[in-house]
């Protein structure tokens, strides 16, 4: 039976081979533009889930909010000031790939927030603070003293950070230069650092090679410190980094001013 339906089909298809192709051509024009209308691949997978869903609905309000183009890079550290270390240098890395990245941008660091943060909260919130800062007096030493050490850190640690230094680790390394042999006790007094910290930054320094532990030969339980030659490398040219910017501390309060300045803070050097 299956034979002879086929047998008939073959037939009836060689007798009429032009309705048969008019017919066949008809078909393929319908198919090919249901095809085009009724199917599609997306590759936008908030599409495929349901839009009633709360989660959902909160994260779709999000995006419209906060829209995400790009790349975006979370950087950890063991201080807040590694982070920003770390986050610097890598920007400033990326920003010279200009055929791979068009832009890098800081959203949270950077000098554009250091000016402008404040106006990332929202209006009511920069109203109210805006309010505080008006009817604040800010004639406080302290307070000044915070705002200067703020930007010396920033400006400095900018430019120490392809060293992979900062503020503190110079200060390690440039103390060290100066003394060496020093013990890690005595570095703990010179610098005001805490024992606990300063291991663990010596630990680092170590790792980049630009220092070096052995046993004091007058005391079996301390550790003398000494520069290897990469961290005398590093202090030279942070040296000149640094004077650099002294020029600029002098340039911002005035030639007159700075050796004033200079004198009056060297009474805390002692703590």
């Excluded at 034979?3 to 008019?22: M, P, Q």
């Excluded at 419209?64 to 790009?70: C, I």
């Excluded at 532990?213 to 202090?235: I, M, N």
Aim: glycine residues 4%.
């Amino acid at each position: 039976m299956l034979n002879s339906a086929v047998v008939r089909i073959v037939d009836f298809c060689a007798h009429r081979c032009r309705l048969v192709l008019i017919v066949g051509f008809f078909l393929t024009i319908t198919a090919a533009t249901y095809d085009v209308t009724r199917f599609s691949i997306t590759t936008d997978t908030q599409s495929l889930i349901s839009q009633d869903l709360q989660w959902h609905q909160r994260q779709s309000a999000l995006s419209k909010a906060f829209p995400q183009q790009g790349i975006s890079v979370v950087v950890t550290a063991s201080t807040p000031e590694n982070a920003e270390q770390a986050t610097n240098a890598l920007q400033r890395d990326l920003s010279k790939r200009s055929n791979l990245f068009r832009t890098v941008v800081q959203p949270d660091s950077g000098d554009f927030f250091q000016r402008s943060g404040l106006l990332f909260e929202p209006l009511p919130d920069v109203k109210k603070s805006i309010d505080g800062l008006s009817k604040a007096q800010f004639n406080h030493l302290g307070y000044f003293i915070r705002r200067a050490q703020q930007w010396i850190f920033r400006d400095v640690n900018s430019r120490l950070a392809h060293l992979r230094l900062d503020v503190i680790r110079y200060s390690i390394l440039e103390m060290v230069s100066a003394n060496p042999g020093i013990s890690q006790i005595s570095l703990c007094g010179a610098l005001g650092i805490e024992r606990a910290r300063l291991v663990a930054l010596l630990d680092e320094l170590q790792k980049l090679h630009f220092i070096t532990r052995q046993r004091s030969t007058t005391d079996r339980r301390s550790h003398a410190l000494q520069l290897t030659s990469e961290g005398r490398a590093a202090v030279k040219e942070a040296n000149h980094l640094i004077a650099a910017h002294e020029e600029k501390v002098i340039e911002r309060i005035g030639p007159d001013a700075y050796p004033l300045l200079l004198a009056a803070l060297s009474t805390f050097r002692s703590g």
